[in-house]
Nanobody, 126 residues
Framework: QVQILESGGGLVQAGGSLRLSCIAS????????MGWFRQPPGKERELVAD????????YRTDSVKGRFTISGDNVESAVYLQMNSLKPEDTAVYYC???????????????????WGQGTQVTVSS
């Protein structure tokens, strides 16, 4: 089992920044990477970015490219999402998840990620 703990969400004005943190504990050696998903109100959950423990980073949501940066720390089993130039459309619950599938670049399929955090709310006001 792997436990996931997220932190760092909040309320920010458009153009501002937030940094989300995610720490995994437990059987992290069974995982190959972690991803940040988000779920806006009334919409489906989508993969924003994925970090493979080999260091490969992939951004799956075009609208965040150039504004969001995913990073990781293999020793701490942690991943981070630095979000700059935030827009109201970035408002969502952000989830961190770990996968036991060896797929550099991550997967847009929610079920490919086996372990999930509780989510953290990010609200961007206009």
């Amino acid at each position: 089992q792997v436990q996931i703990l997220e932190s760092g969400g909040g309320l920010v004005q458009a153009g501002g920044s937030l940094r989300l943190s995610c720490i995994a504990s437990g059987d992290t050696f069974s995982t190959y990477g972690m991803g940040w998903f988000r779920q806006p109100p009334g919409k489906e959950r989508e993969l924003v970015a994925d970090y493979n423990w080999s260091g490969e980073r992939t951004y799956r949501t075009d609208s965040v490219k150039g504004r969001f940066t995913i990073s990781g720390d293999n020793v701490e089993s942690a991943v981070y999402l630095q979000m700059n130039s935030l827009k109201p459309e970035d408002t969502a619950v952000y989830y961190c998840a770990a996968r036991r599938i060896d797929r550099p670049g991550g997967s847009p399929i929610v079920s490919d990620y086996e372990y999930w955090g509780q989510g953290t709310q990010v609200t961007v006001s206009s």
